[in-house]
């Protein structure tokens, strides 16, 4: 016998539907949000340095680079939330389990239209080549 | 019309790793993915191994992967799949040969959610009656057949071995929302941890998956929300 663990790789050849790939995003998003509170709790250490240390610390967000990251945040911050609520809602109220893939519409469509305009904001900056 | 089978085999006592080979098989539209197989065991190659008994949608043992999805060979038809069918075990079980898989822990988890009737009361002289309304409440939990085809759709089963799998958390929904029943605390009990109804993650893939149509997902909810609310009320609405 072959063992039963399944791979990475085989679970993603999976056919699922809509919901295994919100759940996979919202799995992945959630390690986005983890990997920036571990970078937000490094430059706050740096506040115990002193203020030259702190602000030598947070200049290094006035990258490009780091403006692309806030927008992935914003991405990933906001899909965890929506998300997370859908499917709370779905846990709570298993009657409602008839309406699965509008509750992934409706919830889609809610984080556009939250994510679309702050991602605009946070990128205009960038496009007048303020960094 | 012909149909090309992309099956794949494994066999411990011959093959370091599994591989895919591939049949061609002559077959009408309205013959089922189940058909394919059995004339590919009985007239092509008879050391293809699959299991198989009903062959008709009720025992359950012919649940496989069929173009990347669980479903039964025995209820899927070659019109719904098309001319190119991939074939593959379930997975997240340990595979004894080719589509044949080891469904032990399938059935540990099984046993373990108490799935019977407990009730010490002394039986009444006829039948313990119910009301209609009362058996329509887990009517739809009834219809499972033990395939595994939903727990071996499900991330979380394939991620932790010790999580039961939904085919069990539905199979603990059937007696738990009994009105005859009075085991209801225990399995809720055994189900409370993040090995029970709380691993579930409502993906929806065992819903998908459950080739009796059974609300899953949804049953899984209900045990959830048992969980939190704790009433029989709840149970019994």
Redesign the interface.
């Known amino acids: ?4 663990r ?1 791979t990475f790789r ?2 993603l ?5 809509l ?2 790939y919100a ?2 995003l919202h799995r992945l998003t959630g390690l986005g949000v983890l990997a920036f509170l571990a970078v937000h709790i490094i430059e706050t250490f740096f506040l115990t340095l002193g203020p030259d240390a702190y602000n030598a610390a947070i200049s290094i967000y006035k990258s490009p680079f780091f403006k692309v990251a806030e927008i992935a945040l914003t991405f990933a911050v906001l899909y965890h939330a929506v998300n997370g609520i859908r ?1 709370t809602i ?6 409602l ?1 008839r309406y ?1 893939r509008a509750f992934i519409w409706a919830s889609a469509a809610i984080f556009v239209l939250a994510f679309v305009p702050l991602a605009i904001l946070s990128i205009l900056p960038l496009l007048r080549g303020e960094y | 019309m012909k149909v090309r089978f992309d099956i794949k085999r ?1 066999n ?1 006592e011959v093959d370091e790793h ?1 591989h895919f080979e591939k049949y061609d098989v002559e077959l009408e539209e309205t013959d089922r993915v189940l058909d394919g197989l059995n004339e590919i065991r009985w007239r092509i190659d008879g050391t293809f191994a699959l299991r198989r008994s009903c062959e008709h949608g009720i025992c359950g043992s012919d649940a496989m ?1 069929i ?3 669980n479903r039964l060979a025995c209820k899927t038809l070659i019109k719904d799949v098309g001319e190119d069918v991939r074939v593959e075990p379930l ?6 040969k080719d589509l044949v ?2 469904q032990e ?1 399938f059935f540990a988890h099984y046993r373990s959610v108490l799935p019977f009737l407990i009730n010490d009361e002394p039986p009444p002289a006829r039948e313990r009656l119910q009301s209609p309304k009362e058996r329509a409440r887990f009517d739809d939990t009834t219809k499972c057949i033990l395939c595994g085809a939903c727990t071996t ?1 499900c ?1 979380s089963a ?2 932790d ?1 010790k999580f039961v799998g939904p085919a069990a958390i539905v199979q603990a929904h059937r007696f738990i929302f009994d009105s005859r029943d009075r085991g209801s605390a225990e399995r809720l009990a055994r189900l409370s941890g993040r090995n029970g109804a709380w691993g579930c ?5 065992c ?2 998956a459950c080739p009796r149509g059974i ?1 899953v ?3 899984i ?2 045990v ?2 048992s969980l939190i609310m704790g009433s029989s009320e709840e149970r019994s609405s």
């Open positions: 016998m072959t063992g039963g399944v085989e679970g050849r999976y056919r699922g539907g919901n295994m759940w996979a499917v779905q846990d709570f109220w298993p009657a389990w699965e | 494994y411990p599994p992967r173009n990347g999805t997975i997240g079980f340990p595979v004894v898989v080891d822990r759709a991330p394939w991620a071995e993650r409502t993906i929806f893939n819903t998908r609300e997902t949804k049953a909810a209900e959830k929300r």
